[in-house]
């Protein structure tokens, strides 16, 4: 199996920062894409940032500037460097990873268990 673990949530006050950290563990293979998702509450699941496996990123465009997404590959970790937070980010955040396990043939997408964000304003 592979697990995520998420940490880095929690409360900070508008204008704020917070990094979030979601490392990846067990029989792994090979890492491909990794991102960050949120859902606030009465919404539906966004994709806020992803990294590919060569360094590549993307970002919702609420977030550009702001945010910056980065990996460990020797760590199998995912970051979410967040600043200049407002209140419009505050919900519960996702680690996504696409990866293969060893033995098999295909990559399979992973999710964390999620970590609040909570912005003050």
């Known amino acids: 199996q592979v697990q995520l673990v998420e940490s880095g949530g929690g409360l900070v006050q508008a204008g704020g920062s917070l990094r979030l950290s979601c490392a990846a563990s067990?029989?792994?293979?090979?890492?491909?894409?990794m991102g960050w998702y949120r859902q606030a509450p009465g919404n539906q699941r966004e994709l806020v940032a992803a990294?590919?496996?060569?360094?590549?990123?993307d970002y919702v465009d609420s977030v550009k500037g702001r945010f910056t997404i980065s990996r460990d590959n020797t760590k199998s970790t995912v970051y979410l460097q967040m600043s200049s937070l407002k209140p419009e980010d505050t919900g519960v955040y996702y680690c996504?990873?696409?990866?293969?396990?060893?033995?098999?043939?295909?990559?399979?997408?992973?999710w964390g268990q999620g970590t609040q964000v909570t912005v003050s304003s």
């Open positions: 996504n990873v696409k990866a293969r396990r060893i033995g098999t043939l295909r990559a399979y997408t992973y």
């Open positions: 067990g029989s792994l293979f090979s890492i491909n894409d």
């Open positions: 990294i590919t496996s060569s360094g590549s990123t």
